[in-house]
């Protein structure tokens, strides 16, 4: 089975603008979360989709925003860009969320200038 | 909501010492416990992880964890590192109630020297 594909895998923005990021799931994965990393925050939870409804929201701005589409893939959207949001931004995939174990992609590494 | 706490930010070890990360979770109820590996250039991977049953688990490249109810612990171990160990190691818990999330400890950055 192919992986966990995150599309682009690397991102250079200026502040003020917005940004689409792409994730496709495992085959069969129907859940997809979202994570912010930055060495000093760590992993941070974003927000999680399963069967296209957002299940769970971290404490994330409402710039940071969210979709899921019927095949599975997902996407995520930040809107008004800050230096802040420079990250590796890493989508995981599993097959419920609720039990089983998360499967990550290689993020897309964000840098706002 | 629970939360992780991974006791060393950085360990420096040479190449057949034993290791062990400490890792320390806070949730009243059940949980799913894991330890995910980041090695240098590449994406965060599943090491091992605890569910239920016999509380010694044994991952890849000879790693194991002892989850210690009493405790709040999952610490992870190896006899004898090896260089190609150096990585960043994430604990990280998830409650078996609801739809929970993630949660990841700050990560510990293991530098195995040859």
């Known amino acids: 089975k192919a992986g966990v594909t995150q599309t682009p895998r690397y991102l250079i923005k200026t502040r003020g603008q917005q940004v689409t990021l792409s994730c496709s799931p495992i085959?069969?994965?129907?859940?997809v979360s979202w994570y912010q990393q930055t060495p000093g925050q760590g992993l941070q939870f974003l927000f999680e989709?399963?069967?296209?409804?957002?299940?769970n929201k971290g404490n994330f701005p409402g710039r940071f925003s969210g979709r899921q589409f019927s095949n599975s893939r997902s996407e995520m959207n930040v809107s008004t860009l800050e230096l802040g949001d420079s990250a590796l931004y890493l989508c995981?995939?599993?097959?419920?969320?609720?039990?089983?174990?998360?499967?990550f992609g290689p993020g897309t590494r964000l840098t706002v200038l | 909501a629970q939360s992780v706490s991974q006791h060393n930010h950085h360990v420096i070890l040479s190449e057949a010492a034993s290791l062990e990360l400490g890792c320390n979770y806070s949730?009243?109820?059940?949980?799913?416990l894991f330890w995910y590996v980041q090695y240098p250039g590449q994406h965060l991977q599943l090491l091992l992880k605890?569910?239920?049953?016999?509380?010694l688990v044994k991952g890849i490249k000879g790693f194991e964890a002892e989850f210690i109810k009493s405790k709040f612990s999952f610490n992870l171990r190896k006899p004898s590192v090896q260089w190609s160990d150096t990585a960043e190691y994430f604990c990280?818990?998830?409650?078996?109630?609801?739809?929970?999330?993630?949660?990841f400890g700050k990560g510990t950055m293991l530098l195995v020297s040859p």
């Open positions: 995981a995939s599993s097959s419920n969320g609720n039990t089983d174990t998360q499967y």
């Open positions: 085959s069969g994965h129907r859940s």
């Open positions: 989709y399963f069967s296209e409804t957002q299940r």
């Open positions: 949730y009243g109820g059940t949980v799913n």
């Open positions: 605890y569910f239920s049953g016999d509380p």
């Open positions: 990280a818990v998830k409650a078996r109630t609801g739809y929970s999330t993630l949660t």
